[in-house]
């Protein structure tokens, strides 16, 4: 007689977004008790790479933002059922609309060139064997493209374009990541193309993604029974059976106690992490370039090591040199170098998006968020973030990498070039600035082969399932907060029964009026 599913124990490895979602599903959509989900995750919170910490003395802290767009069916979603953290007569999904409404983005200075806004910021520069390239590619069936990477495709002139300048910084690619990545987020996000230029169609959250998300998740979970434990690393998970039949029997924590699960119970693995092994450093201090796997990778490393079908973690996260970059968050006590940006940029603080400087030899961008961008943030405060892309390289204004640079020192470049004086460097003499190493941050772009990413339920699996950023979910994209809660779902589904499978990916590259718009943009037309 099979164990009815309420009596069930649900144990779900990782605290991320995922975790999370998986147990919003379980509960909402297959009625389990609270009680009966445990959640395990290593670090100190919950929220996986959807972060927002710190405070106005030492500095707040972002590592970096996921991008959302009205097609994120499997997120909104999830989030139409958890009331905001502001109004809990609405949901999360009903106030990021209506902050969109209030606060529509649309940027006037998407690229800044020689200290001012560039004159040819709604120019792809694309020639015509680029587009030529762009469009072979999105027809060009993704079985036959193999290992390949962006570069082998695209001609040299290719990357001097304004497109991959704006596109490369958006979506964090690098020439040597994986030609199927960039094919499935050209054809993904095709839609988006008429507001590329200004980064018209994406949406905001009010405050950062853990104030705004993770923080109301947490709290509707707990409302309804479920303990989280935090500080909890699942170290080894035993997995006896077969090939074609195996199942998971013990949890063993890095503590040394052992969970055991029966096989009945269902278990939800998150492998991987792309913010694992983050370092900070300070405004005098540059982040440790000292690299470790953390937590998240060495479980995937043990399973795949012994069970097949459960991936190849190597090909994401051994090069940490080509998944790597930093970003950096400012704390600032005065409004100054805000209303300098409302100025420079002609957007009204929240509304422009990503700023980047075309010739930094960092490929440095910064972002001014609408604030407050912390619930609780001190007034008279203000935060705003950044990110180098080719960290590796040396800055124009301080000779050595941003991979080497304090946060002070980053500074120093972005005042340079923006061309301050020196009075107005003076408006970071007290800025708190953070900046931040992530090692694995843009892994799962890395190039892979079939088989590198397991299957949501692996072969023979009996009671358990893979989510999160490096299982194969055919179509949908990596580095957005839907790959994750969509890899919940059809883990929660799989295992349950009861949660419906989610909504095919959006399709709009199959809809004529989008492929003409888009078109009409690469022709700069």
């Known amino acids: 007689m099979q164990t009815a599913v309420s009596q069930q124990d649900h144990h779900i490895i990782g605290g991320g977004i995922a975790g999370l979602a998986t147990a919003v599903f379980l509960m909402r959509d297959a009625g389990i008790p609270g009680e009966r989900i445990h959640i395990y995750e290593q670090s100190g919170a919950v929220g996986g790479s959807l972060d927002g910490s710190g405070d106005a003395g030492t500095g707040y802290l972002i590592r970096g933002g996921r991008m959302f767009e009205e097609h994120f069916a499997c997120t909104f979603d999830l989030l139409s059922s958890i009331p905001s953290a502001d109004d809990p007569t609405i949901s999360v999904t009903d106030d990021i609309l209506a902050f969109n409404r209030m606060v529509p983005g649309s940027s006037n200075c998407r690229l800044v060139k020689d200290g001012k806004p560039a004159d040819d910021r709604y120019d792809l520069t694309l020639g015509a064997h680029d587009i030529l390239d762009i469009n072979r590619l999105i027809l060009h069936p993704e079985s036959s493209l193999g290992d390949r990477t962006i570069e082998d495709w695209f001609r040299p002139s290719f990357f001097e374009s304004n497109f991959w300048l704006m596109w490369s910084t958006m979506f964090s690619f690098q020439p040597w990541h994986a030609l199927i990545e960039m094919r499935r987020y050209l054809r993904r ?59 998971v029997t013990n949890l063993i924590l890095a503590d040394g106690r052992n969970v055991a699960v029966g096989t009945e119970d269902r278990v939800y693995l998150t ?73 420079f940029t002609n957007n009204r603080t929240g509304t422009g998006g990503l700023v980047t400087f075309a010739d930094s030899g960092w490929t440095l961008s910064v972002v001014l968020f609408h604030q407050p961008h912390f619930r609780g943030q001190k007034h008279g405060t203000y935060t705003f973030w950044g990110y180098g892309l080719r960290g590796d390289r040396t800055g124009n204004f301080v000779q050595k990498p941003m991979w080497q640079a304090t946060g002070n020192e980053i500074i120093s470049e972005l005042c340079g070039h923006l061309r301050l004086s020196v009075q107005q460097m003076q408006w970071f003499d ?17 190039p892979r082969s079939p088989g590198d990413r397991p ?21 949908d994209c990596v580095f957005t907060v839907e790959y994750s809660i969509r890899s919940a779902r059809m883990a929660a589904a799989a295992m349950t029964g009861k949660v419906k499978a989610p909504p095919p990916v959006a399709r709009t590259d199959l809809d004529p009026k989008v492929l003409v718009r888009a078109a009409r943009v690469l022709m700069g037309a």
């Open 189 to 247: 996000f095709i839609h988006l193309f008429p507001g590329f230029t200004r980064i018209a169609g994406i949406l905001r959250t009010r405050y950062n993604q853990y104030d705004s998300l993770i923080a109301p998740v947490v709290t509707w979970l707990r409302d309804r029974g479920l303990k989280i434990e935090t500080l909890a690393q699942i170290a080894d998970v035993t997995i006896e059976g077969t090939r074609q039949d195996r199942f």
């Open 271 to 343: 492998l991987g992490s792309m913010t694992d092994g983050s370092v900070i450093g300070s405004n005098q201090q540059a982040p440790s370039l000292q690299d470790h796997e953390g937590g998240a990778w060495a479980l995937w490393q043990k399973l795949a090591a012994r069970h097949e079908g459960l991936g190849r973690p190597g090909a994401f996260c051994s090069d940490t040199g080509k998944t790597a970059w930093h970003s950096f968050t400012v704390t600032l006590d005065s409004p100054d170098f805000f209303e300098f940006m409302e100025d």
């Open 430 to 446: 007290t800025a708190r600035v953070i900046p931040c190493r992530m090692p694995f941050i843009t892994s799962q772009f890395m």
């Open 455 to 475: 299957d949501i339920r692996p072969a023979g699996s009996r009671n358990f399932a893979v989510m999160g950023q490096y299982c194969e979910l055919p179509r």
